[in-house]
């Protein structure tokens, strides 16, 4: 199920930014980074593969430091040529509105994303912003520094974004809510809602027209 998490539903945003990590360049980010920084996330996980073949995954993602745009400490896929993936999973009860992220080219220059999509916990595609074509990642120093997206998209269980396969586009600032499943009325809770209003509404009506209101 996809969906807009309700207006209503004013929540902490949680943002991964690795601005803490002290790595060197093409650092391992550790596999647990993230996972404590809200109460109801159950986890944060950090893979790359080969496209086409997922059971290739190395579990982890590499760190620059500088020259994607003006983003300072990114995340990109271990080696050249792979899709980088970040899955953010919720604890029990609660989905994932992913909100926005930031992606620059390196080294400050404009790059093209082949792969750039969001995916459920089963590996289905529920967004694709490379679809119908490649899509364009700023960093050039003399126009768009960075590219910044906002999909602002619901999941009831995991919610993993997919990039690739250039490692020199670089994702940060991964920005997020935790979102109790309960409070996302499914659709069919909106048909139901939607009939007992028609229905009252025809009441109201009928009662009108004999005189007793």
């Known amino acids: 199920m996809l969906a807009l998490a309700g207006a209503g ?9 690795f601005q803490d990590l002290t ?3 093409y650092g391992i980010i550790p596999t647990t980074y993230g996972s404590n920084l809200d109460p109801n996330l159950g986890g944060v996980r950090y893979r790359s593969f080969s496209p086409g073949n997922p059971s ?14 003006d ?19 919720p604890a029990a009860g609660y989905g994932v509105r992913l909100l926005s992220f930031d992606m ?11 792969v750039m999509r969001i995916v459920d916990g089963d590996g289905k595609v529920v967004h694709d912003f490379a679809a119908p074509g490649p899509a364009t990642i700023q960093g050039d120093a003399n126009g768009p520094p960075r590219s910044t997206f906002a999909p602002n998209l619901f999941l009831p269980g995991t919610l993993a974004f997919q990039w690739g396969t ?25 048909l139901l809602l939607g009939a007992g209003l028609a229905v009252i509404a025809a009441g109201v009506r009928r009662q009108r027209r004999r005189g007793r209101y």
Not at 71 to 89: D, R, Y
Not at 104 to 114: F, H, I, L, V
Not at 180 to 185: E, L, T
Request: net charge negative; no cysteine; proline share 6%.
């Open 9 to 17: 539903l004013a929540r902490a945003a949680v943002v991964i930014d």
């Open 23 to 25: 790595l060197a360049d």
């Open 56 to 69: 290739s995954a190395t579990a982890y993602l590499l760190l620059w430091n500088t020259g994607y745009g």
């Open 71 to 89: 983003l300072t400490k990114v995340a990109f896929p271990s080696s050249n040529g792979l899709i980088g993936e970040i899955s953010l999973i």
């Open 104 to 114: 620059a080219g390196w080294p400050n220059a404009d790059r093209t994303n082949s």
């Open 166 to 190: 250039d490692w020199n586009i670089g994702l940060d600032n991964v920005r997020f809510e935790l979102v109790p499943v309960a409070s996302i009325p499914e659709p069919a809770t909106w």
